[in-house]
Nanobody, 121 residues
Framework: QVQLAESGGGSVQAGGSLRLSCAFS????????MGWFRQTPGQERELVAA????????HYGDSVRGRFTISRDSIKNTVYLQMNSLKPEDTAVYYC??????????????WGQGTQVTVSS
């Protein structure tokens, strides 16, 4: 059973930076594509970034491209989201998610509990 545990959320002023971490356990990390999503009240969950098992294939949402960087460490079984130049509109609960290698878009099987990111102007 895959388990995901996020950490690193918090409050920051606009223009600042935060790094989120997601610890993965329960399976072979390299076999899973990892994603970061975010959600605000009343809105659908939005894909922020994703990285494949090799760490080389990355995808970013249009609203964060150029400001956020996703990476993974196969020794620590952890995926990171480095968030720079944060804006108030980045305020959301951020979720880590995992889907098996080869699964179609959006077919994430496992989710973390979420971590709040608040950006003040």
């Amino acid at each position: 059973q895959v388990q995901l545990a996020e950490s690193g959320g918090g409050s920051v002023q606009a223009g600042g930076s935060l790094r989120l971490s997601c610890a993965f356990s329960g399976s072979s990390f390299i076999l899973w594509t990892m994603g970061w999503f975010r959600q605000t009240p009343g809105q659908e969950r939005e894909l922020v970034a994703a990285v494949d098992g090799s760490g080389r294939g990355k995808h970013y949402g249009d609203s964060v491209r150029g400001r956020f960087t996703i990476s993974r460490d196969s020794i620590k079984n952890t995926v990171y989201l480095q968030m720079n130049s944060l804006k108030p509109e980045d305020t959301a609960v951020y979720y880590c998610a995992a889907k098996p290698r080869g699964a179609g878009p959006g077919l994430y099987d496992y989710w973390g509990q979420g971590t709040q990111v608040t950006v003040s102007s």
